[in-house]
């Protein structure tokens, strides 16, 4: 299934469910803080962007700055912060530096971006990162970007989760989990380079 068809998909089933319509007066749009530092650090808006809001535990598609879906995430348990260590979500402009498990059956279990089982298997019945890795760079210097809080260093993934039941609340130990339906649609959709704005509300 290619791209286009996959924005359509999503944007028939927003419609659909009257959750919004692309018009509305209500619909979700780009955060005017991530545009804002996009033009600071001279970097060109992707064609697609993900925007993760931590109050509200969601991650949002944009396509061509129009909002097309929103979906439930999880963030750190021990909430927002930046210095290595912490096992804090952090903010910012990021990007997709690098997509890991492209192809591999859903609940493949990965250890340090490697292939080591399957959440079939009793001894990774409850894996922390499983079906596919989405990592990320931070693309702000001193506040995602080098020294000790550096994200791409700290392992800051959008990844799946064996336990899906904590979706939509804070669990994670400082990546974004996504339920493997989300995670493997949004994988197959974007390509590496595409923006990603973390921010607290």
């Known amino acids: 299934m290619n791209r286009c068809v996959l924005i359509c998909a999503m944007s028939a089933a927003v419609l659909a469910t009257g959750c919004a319509s692309f018009h509305s007066m209500n619909q979700p749009t780009l955060p005017a803080a991530c545009l804002a530092i996009c033009q600071k650090l001279g970097v060109a808006p992707t064609k697609y962007i993900l925007t993760v809001n931590v109050a ?8 061509d700055g129009t909002f097309v879906k929103k979906f439930p995430c999880s963030t750190s348990r021990f909430g927002i912060g930046q210095i290595e260590g912490s096992n804090r979500t952090p903010l910012g402009l990021h990007r ?8 591999e059956p859903v609940g493949t279990v990965f250890q340090s971006r490697e292939i080591v089982g399957h959440t079939s298997q009793p001894e990774f019945a409850d894996a922390k990162i499983t079906t596919r890795i989405l990592w990320l760079e931070g693309l702000e210097p001193g506040l995602n970007q080098g020294t000790n809080v550096d994200s791409h260093e700290r392992y800051i993934y959008i990844h799946g989760i064996a336990n899906q039941s904590t979706i939509g609340e804070p669990a994670s130990c400082g990546c974004i989990h996504l339920a493997d339906a989300d995670l493997i ?8 380079g595409t923006l990603v704005w973390i921010a607290a509300t």
């Open 185 to 192: 649609l949004l994988f197959d959709l974007l390509p590496a």
């Open 96 to 103: 997709i530096a690098e997509k890991i498990g492209g192809g």
């Open 56 to 63: 509200a535990q969601t991650l949002s598609l944009f396509a």
